[in-house]
C-alpha cells in the first residue's frame, strides 16, 4: 500500500518494498572529538542534534521492512584513493591518514571510521564505504538500489550541505525520488543545513522533498 509522507514542497507517496533509508556518515570521525570533522576547526556537538531522530526513523524503517544502508566515508589504508587537494585541507599532523585519538583519520578499519554506537548497524544491513561525499561515486550503491526494486529514498545523515546533498543530487540524475529528513540531518554551520534543505525542496522539489522526521514516522507507522 502507497505511503503518504507530509512534505514540503507538496506531500509524496511513497511504496515501501521500493523505498530505502540511506543513513549518511553517521560515524565517530565526524560525530566525535578528536576525528576528522575536529580537526578541520569544527564544533562536532552541532551534529549530536540529528542522532535521536536518525534513531527513530532507523527503528521504524526496520520495523516496517525497508532496505537499511548506512554509509561511511574514508579511504584505503594505503590511501590510493584520496586525492592531494583532499589530503591538505587540515592542519598538519591532523590530516586523513595522520593518526588521532580514534586511530587513523578518515581510514577504513580504525575506530574513528566506525558509525557511532547509537546507530550501528544491523546484520543484514548494507554498509557502503565511500571514498568521496556522494554515495553514488565510486561505489556499488546504484546496483544495489535497482537489483532491490528501489525507487525512493528517505535519506537521513550528514553533514546536510556536503554528503547528504551532494548523494540526493547523483540520486536526482539517476531517477530516484529523495525525501531528506529535516531533523535527522546536521550540519556544523546550521546556516549551510537551511540552506541546503532549501535548495532540495526549491522550485517544485528540484532535487526532492524535505519531511520532518514525526512525518515521516507517522507514515511508517
Known sequence: MPMPIAAEPHAIQVEPGRTA????????DFLEAGGFGESLGNDVALLHAAVAPCQAVLAAARAAGLLVIHTREGHRPDMADCPPAKWARGPEGMRIGDRGPMGRILIRGEPGHDIIPEL??????????????GAFCATDLDLILRSKGIEALLVC??????CVNTTVREANDRGYRCVVVADACASYFPAFHDAALAMVKAQGGIFG?????????AALG
Open 21 to 28: 533509508l540511506v543513513i549518511i556518515d553517521m560515524q565517530r
Open 120 to 133: 550501528a548497524p544491523a546484520p543484514g544491513e548494507v554498509v557502503l564505504d565511500k571514498p568521496g561525499k
Open 157 to 162: 545523515g550528514v553533514t546536510t550541505e556536503v
Open 209 to 217: 522533498w524535505v519531511a520532518p522526521s514525526g512525518a515521516v514516522l
